[in-house]
T-cell receptor, first 114, second 112 residues
């Protein structure tokens, strides 16, 4: 059973460009969570999605950040007009349909903004 | 709001030493508590968990006991190995929430 997959693993963008991060949950999991890890810090919750629905986006910055989890395909975290402060590791986790089971984490996407 | 405070690192120990990483939490209700481990360049792996007071989570020689009276979930291992070198995160999930709240992490280095 393949784990949570994220791509790309490393992403380099210049200031002002867009970054798209993808997450494919574990088979059978319909709940996805995105977390951000700034250098030398813990993970901070960003958003929780189910298929076609955003359940909790209380950790998302108000501007430039958006997330979706369409009926078909991976979940996407989109960052528009990136700034240097967006440089971080972005982790995706997934859980089973009950939503309260263990969250399984992907390997992360390390975003570097030049 | 809910929060997790854990011992600051880095922590450096010799192989076979005893390990304790302190973790305390603030939460309403009855949260679930976790320890995650992050090896260099990798994502997080769940190390152990406990879902109610006095539960003891254990895995790979690591243990942690859910202490509601002291709001603590300290991680312990009797004899560490070089391969235990990693960053350890204490975390909680509130009883009415799905998101996980993480501590800031403790970097552990084990000398041969």
């Amino acid at each position: 059973n393949a784990g949570v997959m994220q791509n790309p693993r490393h992403l380099v963008r210049r200031r002002g460009q867009e970054a798209r991060l993808r997450c494919s949950p574990m088979k059978g999991h319909s709940h996805v969570y995105w977390y951000r890890q700034l250098p030398e810090e813990g993970l901070k919750f960003m958003v929780y999605l189910q298929k076609e629905n955003i359940i909790d986006e209380s950790g998302m910055p108000k501007e430039r950040f958006s997330a979706e989890f369409p009926k078909e395909g991976p979940s996407i975290l989109r960052i528009q007009q990136v700034v240097r402060g967006d440089s971080a590791a972005y982790f995706c986790a997934s859980s089973s349909p009950t939503g309260r089971d263990e969250q399984f984490f992907g390997p992360g996407t390390r975003l570097t903004v030049l | 709001g809910d929060s997790v405070t854990q011992m600051e690192g880095p922590v450096t120990l010799s192989e076979e030493a005893f390990l304790t990483i302190n973790c305390t939490y603030t939460a309403t209700g009855y949260p679930s508590l976790f320890w995650y481990v992050q090896y260099p360049g990798e994502g997080l792996q769940l190390l152990l968990k406990a879902t109610k007071a006095d539960d003891k989570g254990s895995n790979k020689g690591f243990e942690a006991t859910y202490r509601k009276e002291t709001t603590s979930f300290h991680l312990e291992k009797g004899s560490v190995q070089v391969s235990d070198s990693a960053v350890y995160f204490c975390a909680l999930r509130g009883s009415s929430a799905s998101k996980i709240i993480f501590g800031s992490g403790t970097r552990l280095s084990i000398r041969p």
